[in-house]
């Protein structure tokens, strides 16, 4: 059984699975105590990579909390959900025991690289944690064991596909407090996952297409000093360039957009999926939303 | 989820962007007809697109150094389905510019084509112009252009970029593009997303 102390850990044995500590860690403001863990590192010469976790029985569904950590090396990077021109994002297959339900996987905000012939990759240098949400059927009376099969990618001039066995034991009793950094850290992450903007109320992004050239505005945001970075998921109809703030507007961007095909009709409406990411330690916070543009013929392509 | 409606909106924005926006460059849309190239190939022959007009051309961006492409050849992904269509015309495109790591002399890259048993000829775009004329941008990227030279697919030689897939649960989206033309029917899906490593264009 999942056990609830009050605020101050008592000490008790500790379990040692390979190489995990395995800790209890108490929660920041809180009267309950998770179970924490992180996995044993997989070393390549361009990134290693682990699971770390926390379980916190008493928080329902919103309990676990995984992280697929990546740290790379110089000049490195991962893939974001949208992996820009080339590349693909990491591909997560969980087995566990107790079963994980509802696995959902967070995406922090992105980055911009680009390269070479106006090409672009959408991800993350120097290190990467994707937070990972899911829950555990209660009750658990022994260690919480996950396993995450990853095929993922990691690129810097040159590309190399790794498919990974990262594993996590996280116990449910025992106390140790080594690995708070690592949770730390993982929040951090978490937090850096840019909200859905419609859990807060109306969409702030409006989208209009004009041939080869999509106006994205934003309203009712605090716009700060440096503009924010606009980003959008896969659209399958539409190949969309690197958008670019227009100067003298606040929250506007122009987005080059062409169709990727021509031989099949369009649809009557497409749905834009888009980030807004916001520099470290400004007022407004990462946003993410979707919006869905009517078409018309002649959208996505040269009005010349 | 909102929806938009196109209005009259932002009407001083269209000026503006004409003037600063630059267009989203020369890459084709599936439909265009077929930029027309010549390149010289690994054997020292210049190749021309036109060369083949009147039937199905398949172009294949390929890197040796690119690991997707080098599963692909090692799996022989695109020489099978090459010697399965021989009426149709393969030709692979190297847009690796000359100061990439990547890039290989003629010499390395017949004794690579050699020891993968590419049967298909394999052409230099150093500089990139073709790359960059299609829109190439990965390793591997492909083309379908039909008879009247019209690009018919684009993208992806497959549904499996990490390869985990046994290679008959994949879908080959070229083989379909080929089947679909052969019956006189539009490639469905006639564009997908390529994968691979970035094609190593020059600045």
């Known amino acids: 059984m999942p056990v ?17 500590l395995l800790l209890v860690v108490a929660l920041e403001m809180s009267a309950t105590v998770a179970w924490a863990a992180a996995g044993p590192w997989v070393q390549h010469p361009q990134v290693r990579a682990r699971l770390i976790g926390v379980w916190n029985p008493a928080a329902g569904d919103e309990g676990l909390l995984l992280g697929a950590q990546f740290r790379l090396a110089d000049g490195w990077h991962a ?12 591909r997560f297959t969980w087995s566990s025991r107790p079963a994980l339900q509802d696995v959902r996987v967070l995406w922090p905000a992105p980055r911009r690289f680009l390269l070479p012939g106006d090409l ?76 859905r903007t419609a859990a807060g109320g109306r969409s702030p992004a409006s989208i209009r297409i004009q041939g080869e050239r999509m106006i994205v505005r934003f309203d009712d945001l605090d716009a700060g000093a440096e503009a924010p970075a606009l980003f959008f998921a896969v659209q399958p109809l539409f190949d969309l360039g690197v958008p670019t703030p227009l ?58 | ?32 007809q077929a930029p027309k190239f010549s390149l010289p190939s ?17 172009l294949e961006w390929i890197n040796p150094n690119c690991p997707f492409s080098r599963r692909h050849a090692r799996e022989k992904t695109m020489i099978y389905l090459a010697q399965d269509h021989p009426d149709v ?74 390869g985990a897939k046994p290679p008959d649960d994949r879908t080959n989206y070229v083989a379909g593009a080929l089947r679909n033309h052969v019956r006189g029917e539009t490639p469905d899906p006639a564009a997908t997303r390529p994968y691979g490593c970035s094609v190593k264009y020059g600045n």
Request: include cysteine; glycine fraction near 8%; aromatic fraction near 8%.
């Open chain 2, 89 to 162: 015309v393969w030709l692979a495109i190297n847009s690796t510019s000359r100061g990439h790591g990547d890039y290989l002399s003629p010499a390395e890259h017949r004794a690579y084509d050699e020891q993968m048993g590419i049967p298909y000829p394999v052409l230099y775009d150093s500089d990139g112009t073709v790359g960059r004329a299609y829109g190439a941008r990965t390793t591997p990227h492909m083309f379908v252009i039909d008879e009247q030279g019209t690009v018919i697919y684009a993208g992806a030689i497959d549904d499996d970029p990490s």
């Open chain 1, 79 to 90: 893939y974001w959900k949208n992996p820009g021109d080339a590349g693909y994002p990491p």
């Open chain 2, 42 to 58: 690994v054997d020292g022959q210049t190749i021309s697109l036109g060369d083949y007009a009147g039937s199905v051309v398949v």
């Open chain 1, 4 to 20: 609830t102390l009050d605020a101050t850990p008592r000490r008790a044995p500790i379990a040692m699975h390979r190489r995990n």
């Open chain 1, 120 to 195: 672009e990759a959408l991800g993350y240098a120097d290190e990467v944690i994707y937070p990972v949400r899911a829950r555990i059927q209660d009750p658990v009376d022994h260690p919480i064991e996950i396993a995450s099969e990853i095929d993922y990618l990691v690129c810097a001039d040159a590309c190399i596909p790794y498919r990974d066995k990262l594993t996590l034991e996280i116990p449910t009793d025992g106390i140790e407090a080594r690995h708070e950094t690592d949770l730390r850290r993982l929040r951090q992450w978490e937090r850096s996952v840019p909200s």
């Open chain 1, 247 to 304: 100067p003298g507007e606040s929250l506007v961007y122009a987005v080059p957009i062409r169709r990727t095909d021509k031989t099949h009709g369009l649809p009557p409406t497409a749905r834009f999926d888009w980030t807004l990411v916001t520099p470290p330690n400004a007022a407004q916070q990462s946003l993410e939303g979707s919006v869905e543009v009517r078409l018309k013929a002649g959208d996505g392509e040269a009005t010349r």
């Open chain 2, 1 to 32: 989820m909102k929806r938009e409606h196109i209005g009259q909106t932002w009407p001083a924005l269209s000026l503006l962007l004409a003037i600063l926006l630059p267009g989203p460059g020369a890459a084709l849309t599936v439909g265009d």
